[in-house]
């Protein structure tokens, strides 16, 4: 069955290329509708003519999810997750088509993930192909809002994720080809300074500071990372003041938290809370505001693990190795793992450099991997069979 899942796929890279040439030459920006919408037709008329049910969950002002499911014969759930939305504006594609060059293929969103929702379809044909059906559903789901902080698919990640065996991510592959079995718990927030404004000629000493106040907590704030292993703080924003002879009675910042564990990123919340209490300028006012809903750690479970196992097994057979890594950042993968539902991330194709000019997959990585996403989905069907 390997050999003919894998000739099938080689067969087929050209038509695969052809088809990321189309999904990356749309625009579809998290706030561009019409654009996610029109990535959302192409990929259901796709999924109908490999025989899945559609259905499409509406959004008013950004792009709708989509959710297909495909029957089988046997038992196994499993549960095929991506996102159509990038992070280009509209233009981009335009600007930047799809190119290859030497062993890349370049442009707008080809690793972030147009590259592996192609991968979930041609995996899924794959199967078709051979013969495989002895699962007892395949939902490929799609969300539109992946990339922003106002999430409005998370209810729907979760109850699709409960009801799966087990869920295999879109994401590309690391750039080394490592898979993701672990990552981090991701808390933000708005920190904002309430000073007094003064000439800051005339009368400076009436003032108070709001910058130099967050001045002191960003120096207070970098000294966290490492409060615990792995426990990271960022402020990756600042802002403050209207013109230069005014002593700042206003100033905010945006925050980072990451952690690996629930109980490590509480604590870095309490110590910055702690940092952010302390008075480094009188009579200046700080709040700390939560932003978006944060995400929750994914760790390595024991069920998590025989996944990676179940992989690795996959692999070995198509005549490569693969690793499970901890990362940072963040995924769907960790709303599905908040359900307890195990999860592989990066089941995609091998790719880097994400969110920049240089975003790229790998040409060589398209056919090996996405064979290996088809037998990740034979392994777990199979297992839900014992």
């Not at 704030?221 to 409060?227: D, I, S, V």
Request: include cysteine; hydrophobic fraction near 40%; charge should be negative.
């Amino acid at each position: 069955m390997t050999d003919h899942i894998v000739l099938f796929l080689e067969e087929r890279l050209g038509r695969y290329l052809d088809d990321l040439r189309t999904l990356v030459g749309i625009d579809s920006g998290s706030s561009d509708k019409a654009g996610v919408d029109a990535v959302n037709d192409w990929l259901e008329e796709r999924l109908r003519a490999l025989g899945f049910s559609v259905v499409r969950f509406a959004q008013e002002n950004s792009g709708d999810d989509l959710m297909a499911t495909l029957g089988g014969t046997g038992k196994g759930v499993v549960l095929l997750l991506g996102h159509s939305d990038t992070v280009f504006p509209k233009g981009t594609a335009i600007k930047r088509p799809m190119t290859v060059q030497g062993d890349r293929i370049l442009g707008p969103g080809t690793c972030d993930m147009k590259a592996g929702l192609l991968a979930g379809i041609y995996a899924v044909a794959a199967l078709r192909q051979v013969g495989f059906d002895d699962f007892g559903r395949i939902y490929y789901l799609c969300v539109s809002d992946e990339e922003i902080e106002e999430r409005h698919s998370l209810d729907l990640i979760r109850r699709t994720a409960r009801e799966a065996n087990a869920a295999l991510t879109l994401e590309a592959a690391r750039a080394n080809g490592d898979i993701v079995t672990a990552r981090k718990g991701v808390r933000g927030f708005l920190v904002e300074a309430f000073g007094r404004a003064a000439h800051a000629g005339v009368e400076p000493e009436k003032g108070r500071s709001a910058i130099v106040a967050l001045a002191h907590h960003v120096i207070g704030l970098h000294r966290l990372n490492g409060l615990r292993p792995d426990v990271t703080v960022n402020v990756g924003t600042i802002q403050g003041g209207s013109v230069a002879n005014a002593v700042p009675d206003y100033a905010q910042m945006q925050i980072d938290l990451r952690a690996f564990t629930n109980e490590d990123l509480e604590a870095v919340v309490a110590a910055t809370q702690a940092e952010l209490e302390k008075e480094t300028v009188p009579g200046v006012r700080v709040t700390m505001t939560p932003r978006g809903s944060g995400s929750p750690p994914m760790p390595r479970t024991p069920a998590a693990a025989a996944l990676e196992e179940l992989a690795q097994q996959a692999a070995r057979e198509l005549g490569f190795e693969v690793k499970g890594v901890k990362t940072g950042g963040g995924s769907d993968a960790v709303v599905v793992a908040s359900e307890g539902t195990p999860v592989l991330d990066g089941l995609g194709p091998i790719g880097g450099l994400d969110h920049s000019p240089d975003e790229y997959i790998e040409l060589s990585s398209i056919v090996p991997r996405t064979a290996l996403l088809a037998k990740v989905i034979i392994a777990i069907a199979q297992k839900a069979e014992e």
